[in-house]
């Protein structure tokens, strides 16, 4: 069994859903009054796969103007991103563009990509065209999901795509560079031990199967 | 400085009637030595204190103080943050330097949005509704350049035509070399204060005096610099004078609509000090040792901030620095406005005004458990800790667990206060207490007839008027018996404390004067439960 732990961001414009769509899948709760993200907030969840476990560390940023410069500290050692839009705002699609550029300029390593149009609830009031979006999605390496959080419509198949995605990071080839955690608990000494797993462990993990560890930006 | 009235011509804006004026005459035939309580044992007093003491006054004296130039020029420009940054341990990339970024915008893009936000809401001009026409207290906020940036009750950009009469109003007067502070008509006051590039306006049928009306004016602007920071607001409008702030306040107007509902009801405010959750000492130890002991390694953190139901469980600080009451009633008023707090661990960068209003800070917010819902907030002015805090966080609620004192916080926190009656003083109703050497105070649960909200809320009222009157500029009082029809009310300030009590109607002097005594000898007792008495720091 193979354990894989990646660092997820999820980014968009303001009130596009990302705190909802995380708190449905982590909290399994929909709340019609979340607050405006201040900042940032942390998540972690698992998936279960059938031959693989697959850890998240899930950066929920804030969309706000304000808050933009913030965002490097989130994506720049992640693993993949969350694209989020609101299909009934055209405009949210097009700054989930200019996020794409600039992951692209700014991040080295190799990263899943997931488009996500939420409040597929309000499809008779959509402004972005479904078409125009997939072929975005393929021009940029990344797979398209529409969503309704509110109706817990899809969520599941995002935070799936997202497991396999990394997954295949995980077996993909050597030279990658990639910060992903990977370790094998069938090999390793710690694997019954109460011990929390401590970075050093983790990192010398990463070195016995050969992939780089970049420095942390946050440890 | 000249008050500029227009429609009456006094510039005393006490709201007491003739009634209670002779009341307080007949005040001063009553002697301070004849309660019975012996010196030096104020209840609460500390020769340590976390809290920065302050009279909520102080604002009003600075705004009153300075002239336009200077006001201007004042807001300040060292900074805290940068302070502790180039502390000589390796220092990472400043805080400040990211903000200098973040300041920059396409002038383009703001107009585009700018507009989409002026176009989207199309309500019915609230000048013309009964309903808003009627709210007791409206606060309004403008740019120097006229432009709409919130309203209390109603979107702001339906009041382009008010803002603008008010910005002239206030321009008329600055190009005066005055400045407006305060306009009466009727029973309406409307108040100005003038900070930075912004207007403040409230207009209150409220009994709340001018220098009240002021301090949350003040409030609003910091709970602004809060979001913003000083240096960014003022860095938009020298880049554009005619910049639409609500572009970079979206989504904190909320914050705004919270605190101004949160002054209406929490004293804490107007007597500038804070509410300590009743806690056994040993526990309140426990507690901030485990908090001391986890983070005391941890570089650059500046307080670790532990707050239940809106009440302080525990503070600890950074030597050297002690924070201000005006800034924890500003996390707190975030902590009680954002319930998302709740369900994951946030990372929010927060200026403290009175802190360094330049600056952020980052603070690790979460709640303690799920079976324990105390909020801890990490506020460090380093940016990259986020995972040290958590792990601490972690550690800290272990042990918490451990040593049992989660249980000791819920059963604090889901015990209804103590009322007088429960004390056992007949004839007094209700009080709030202010240890002003710590910046604590204490209030007992309301009993009836203070029930309702309407109750609660006249009763508040009635206090702020008391502390008005004790703290009036032009002529401090240092006690007031008023006999209300109602109530029988006391106010009476020392140098160790402030006390504001709620009688029976018809109590007499003597009674009055001896149940005061009993109170403080309660308070005495129990002090070490109902106040913070130390000062802990990392
Ligand atoms: N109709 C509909 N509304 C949704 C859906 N998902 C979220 N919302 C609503 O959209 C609003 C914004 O949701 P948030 O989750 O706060 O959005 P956000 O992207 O986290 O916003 P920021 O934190 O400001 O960046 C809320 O009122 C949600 O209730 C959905 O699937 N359908
Ligand atoms: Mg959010």
Redesign the pocket.
Known sequence: MITVEGKVVLL??????????INRYVNKS????????IGAAFFTCTINLDNAKVKFQVW?????ERFKSMAPMYYRNANAAFL?FDITEYNTFTSVKSWVTELKRNVEGTMVLILVG?????ADMRKVDSEECRKYAESIGASYYE?????DEGVEQVFLAASFGLLKLSTGEKDIVTTLKIYDFNNSEIKNSDVPLSEEVLVNMNIAHGIKEKPYLCC | MATKDSASATTSSASGSTATATATATATSLRVEDVTVESGIEPGASAETMLVTTDSLEEFEQELSSSIDDRQMKESITSTISDIQQDPVDSPKTLAMNLEKSASFDSNEIDELSQQFGQNSLDADPLKCKVWLAQKKHVFVLSQAGKPIYSRYSSEDKLVTVMGVMQALVSFVQAGNDMIRSVHAGDTNFVFVVRGPLILVSVSKTLESVPQLVLQLTYVYNQILSVLSQSQLTKVYEQRRNFDLRRLLT?SERLIDHLLNFMDREPAFFLSAVKCLPLLPSMRDAITQTIVQTCSKIKNLVFAILLANNQLITLVRMKKFCIHPADLHLIQNLVDSSESFKTAESWTPICLPKFDSNGFMYSHVSYLAEDCQACLLLLTVDRDVFFTLSEAKQKIVEKLRRTNCLEAINESMNKASITIAEIGLSEMRHVLYKCKSTAQFWSPGFQPPYTTDEEIQRLLGCYQCLHHRLHSPSRPLKLIFQQLDKETMLAWVTSGFELYVTFEPLITKTDAINSIGKLLKWIKKEEERLFILNSPTF
């Not at chain 1, 929909?30 to 993200?37: E, H, I, L, R, Y």
């Not at chain 1, 929920?60 to 706000?64: F, H, V």
């Not at chain 1, 969503?147 to 109706?151: G, N």
């Open positions: 968009g414009s303001q009130g596009v859903g990302k705190t909802s769509m929909f709340n019609n009054n979340v607050n405006p993200t929920d940023t804030a969309g706000q989020v939420n409040k597929l609830d309000l969503i309704s959080v509110l109706h | 989504g």
